[in-house]
């Protein structure tokens, strides 16, 4: 079994072709987000076309209702601020929510799963799996 955390870059593919969480994942999978994720989709909502907006929020629903969603709590407030020293240290830059997200996997002994994972290369500790 994979103990998976789904980046929002993931759940946005899969929307654009029209498949499934169940396209991507194996029986056995735990699958998670994290809050940020859903932050970041709900973004999605708010900024989608009018003819769109509706589908586009059912989708939305259909992730957080079927998946774990993992709060920022103060395991996952640590490994942030490890992270973004880190990435302050070596002088590469990262994005503040794929930093929430690779703390979040970190915190819940999760790899995550990515269309991107550049965003995440070179992090200490943080597991990546590209979609």
């Known amino acids: 079994m994979s103990r998976l955390l789904l980046d929002t870059t993931v759940l ?20 998670a987000v994290s ?14 076309s009018v003819e769109h907006r ?3 929020r059912r989708y939305v629903r259909e992730v957080i209702d079927n998946v774990l969603v993992l709060p920022y709590d103060v395991e996952t407030a640590h490994g942030h601020a490890v992270l973004l020293a880190h990435a302050r240290r070596t002088g590469r ?27 995440f290369s070179d992090l200490p500790g943080v597991l990546v799996y590209e979609s």
């Not at 498949?19 to 056995?28: N, T, V």
């Not at 859903?38 to 989608?48: H, Y």
């Open 35 to 48: 809050v940020v994720t859903v932050a970041e989709l709900e973004v999605g909502v708010d900024l989608a």
């Open 12 to 31: 946005i593919d899969l929307e654009r072709t029209g498949h499934d969480l169940d396209s991507i994942l194996l029986d056995e999978d735990d699958a």
């Open 54 to 56: 509706e589908d586009r």
């Open 93 to 119: 830059p990262r994005g503040r929510h794929d930093l929430i997200v690779a703390a979040t996997a970190l915190a819940s002994g999760r790899t995550i799963l990515s269309a991107d994972t550049t965003a």
